[in-house]
């Protein structure tokens, strides 16, 4: 791995079933972060985590949860997809929490239908 | 509230200069991001300013004034492959990015 990966690439759902996102870094870096990006809008923060076991909300929330076990492991899930939902999905991570430039995973599209 | 401002779209010419600005409103400031994100792929980081000036890198120069809470990125030489949304990101007072709409830059030949 180099760099910051996530899986699935794309995905249709069903409304009401559960999917989690994953997104995998292997720079050693501390804090990481969730957004979705609709057209028209910015991206919007879902959940940060700023250190391995710590998590925290963003912008936009519910309808998310989140996990950090470790450093390199930080998944979204979808308890119950709604359509609202459809969008695409981006991980990213920085060494430090604060004005550390952000590197980007290539991306999540779902549909949930 | 929070916001920030950039056009939705501009078109240029290859090899030409084209100046993106971007106008913020936000609950403090600790620094500006400029990202580069090409349709279908993941932003990419292009420049951090957090004093009044202009940064220089390559083709690509940043701005800031903080006082008029105003940045531009200033694109030199245009390629085709400069082709891309432009995404300007502040950091707010609370250490997270708020993020702009982005804009699409289109070149033609």
């Known amino acids: 791995i180099a760099g910051i990966t996530q899986a699935p690439t794309s995905q249709i759902l069903a409304a009401g079933r559960r999917m989690t996102l994953r997104c995998t870094q292997d720079?050693?870096?501390?804090?990481m972060y969730w957004y979705r990006q609709d057209l028209g809008l910015g991206l919007r923060l879902i959940h940060y985590?700023?250190?391995?076991?710590?998590?925290g909300k963003g912008e936009v929330p519910d309808g998310y949860s989140v996990s950090r076990a470790n450093t390199d492991d930080f998944p979204l899930t979808l308890a119950s997809a709604v359509p609202s939902q459809t969008s695409v999905y981006f991980c990213?991570?920085?060494?430090?929490?604060?004005?550390?430039?952000?590197?980007f995973g290539p991306g999540t599209r779902l549909t949930v239908l | 509230g929070q916001n920030i401002d950039q056009p939705t779209e501009m078109t240029a010419t290859e090899g030409a200069i084209v100046q993106i600005n971007c106008t913020y409103q936000?609950?403090?400031?600790?620094?500006l991001f400029w990202y580069q994100q090409h349709a279908g792929e993941a932003p990419t980081f292009l420049s951090y300013?957090?004093l009044d000036g202009l940064e220089e890198k390559g083709r690509f120069s940043s701005f800031l004034s903080r006082s008029k809470g105003y940045s531009y990125l200033l694109l030199k030489e245009l390629q085709m492959k400069d082709s891309a949304s432009y995404l300007c990101?502040?950091?707010?007072?609370?250490?997270?990015?708020?993020w702009g709409a982005g804009t699409k830059l289109i070149i033609k030949p």
């Open positions: 990213a991570s920085s060494h430090g929490q604060d004005y550390s430039e952000q590197f």
């Open positions: 720079m050693r870096h501390n804090a």
């Open positions: 985590s700023n250190t391995a076991g710590t998590t």
């Open positions: 936000t609950s403090g400031f600790n620094g």
């Open positions: 300013n957090v």
């Open positions: 990101a502040v950091i707010g007072s609370n250490y997270q990015l708020i």
